[in-house]
């Protein structure tokens, strides 16, 4: 993991020294520790000298296979470009790897954003969509198949006896965003049905993503995501994580529901600490809110336990758990898990999906659930996890001025910078390593779950 972050800490050296005496300032005060970049300067050009070896360039935007700029070319013409992304099409991939065009192999530290938990072209997820597919693919939700009351059952039996919240029934989606919007939902016919039409009101919180759907977006208090689309759905607000002193104004007898993930993922990777989800679930009890736990990037495995909420004591769990991106590792489904207070005010007709529950989808996300929820996978994901970590605490420690904390648990990390890291991207992508940011100057680990300490190693 140290070379890619070497080379970067390489590059920021190079860009201090271009920099004005206010810039220089600037890049002191967020460097927690030095009086003058004179100390920045030395410090990165000693320790970067150090590790030189291995910078080499393997993968270069520019060096991919040929007929890769003529696909690009039709996606520019012909699709709707609402991402940036690099001018490399990956064509397949096994486990923890991909693999481009050109056949260059890049260890995948994405996991197509936390979705591909079993990795890359798993054996027997292929095997299961083959067979279903050949069988029976869409019905519609007007019929009954095969497995979504077997994956119902699955989800809620395994959440109770793992020692996560009193669930009790599932609503299926095809997404996250599907997923959260649900709840929503659920949240203002909860504050109808307990027979007040002005307690309607869905707080979130600062450095939240729940999705890019209306109501979804509305609870993601992010001005580059709702900017171009404002006006949002009326009765949003939006508290500071992890911020106990402002919840009795926050949230009040208007409330229905309280939207919160246990670790922020696109946010940067923040964790809520057990104090304030204590008094989160708490102030929701008072005014009579449900809370809601968007688990959709930081459960199933992710943190070492099939959910995040089983770090937390029960005193804080959840009315209503969201789940999507590794459900059926990269199969599209959602999933809106309920406790039974919520189920029961649910009636026909309040909700519905055309493809969502479908069966191919259930039949993968049986197979996935059952294999994620094992001692061997949640203990590889603790392991390998943990020697994440501890590395980029070293790193860390060596450049202080350049990285400044490590967050996460399990499989997610995040990895704060002091400036900008999306050059580190790229320059780990061109020497055969994918990552992602989140939030602010913040790198995010989040490989597939089967990842090996040796190819942590590797990386």
């Known amino acids: ?52 070896e291995n910078k080499k ?51 995948d530290f994405t996991a197509g954003i936390a979705v591909n938990a079993l990795g890359h072209a798993d054996s027997e997820v292929a095997r299961i969509i083959s067979e279903q597919a050949n069988k029976l693919v869409h019905l519609s939700n007007l019929y009954h198949n095969e497995y979504a009351g077997e994956l119902a059952e699955l989800l809620v039996e ?8 009193e669930a009790s029934k599932v609503f299926f989606s095809n997404s996250g965003t599907e997923a959260n919007e649900g709840a929503l939902k659920f949240a203002r ?12 009101k ?13 109501g979804a977006l509305s609870a993601t208090p992010s001005p580059k995501y709702q900017s171009p689309f404002k006006p949002m759905v009326p009765g949003f607000s939006h508290a500071k994580l ?39 679930r708490k102030r929701c009890d008072e005014v009579n809110a449900l809370l809601i736990f968007d688990e959709i990037q930081c459960g199933l495995g992710r943190t070492g336990k099939l959910w995040a909420h089983q770090h937390l004591p029960k005193s804080c769990h959840p009315d209503i758990l969201t789940m999507a991106k590794p459900l059926a590792n990269g199969f599209p489904i959602g999933a809106i898990l309920t406790s039974k207070r919520v189920a029961d005010i649910i009636k026909i007709g309040d909700h519905g999906t055309t493809f969502g529950g479908n069966p ?38 060596t450049y ?9 648990k399990g499989l997610i990390i995040g990895i704060q910078f002091t400036r900008d890291p999306s050059p580190l991207v790229r320059m780990a992508r061109e020497r055969g390593l994918l990552i992602i940011t989140a939030g602010n100057n913040t790198v995010r680990i989040v490989p597939p779950l089967i990842l090996s300490k040796e190819e942590a190693e590797k990386g």
């Open 57 to 107: 360039v393997t993968h270069a935007d520019s060096e991919t296979a040929p007929i890769t700029a003529q696909l690009l070319a039709k996606q520019d013409k012909y699709t709707i470009n609402t991402y940036s992304r690099p001018p490399i099409i990956l064509s397949h991939g096994k486990g923890c790897r991909v693999y481009d065009l050109a056949n260059r192999e890049y260890l």
């Open 158 to 165: 395994t959440t109770r006896a793992g020692g996560g919240f």
């Open 360 to 397: 191919v989808a259930c039949r993968v996300a049986l197979n996935v659930v059952s294999r994620i929820n094992t001692p061997e996978l949640l203990s590889n994901v603790n392991n390998v996890g943990s020697y994440l970590f501890s590395t980029f605490e070293k790193l860390s420690a």
């Open 400 to 408: 202080p001025s350049l990285i400044s904390e490590v967050r996460g």
């Open 189 to 200: 016919k909860w504050g109808k049905f307990i027979g007040n039409e002005e307690k309607y």
């Open 1 to 52: 993991m140290l070379r890619p972050l070497v080379v970067a800490a390489r590059t920021h050296v190079k860009s201090i020294r271009g920099r004005s005496n206010f810039e220089i300032q600037r890049a002191n005060s967020i460097s927690r520790s030095y009086s003058t970049a004179t100390q920045i300067h030395t410090e990165l050009k000693v320790k970067t000298a150090i590790m030189t």
């Open 202 to 214: 869905v707080v979130s919180f600062v450095n939240a993503f729940h999705g890019r759907s209306f």
């Open 242 to 280: 992890n911020d106990i002193s402002n919840l009795n104004e926050s949230i009040d007898d208007g409330t229905c529901a309280v939207i919160v993930e246990p670790i922020q993922g696109e946010g940067g990777v923040w964790e809520a600490s057990i104090p304030f989800m204590e008094a989160l």
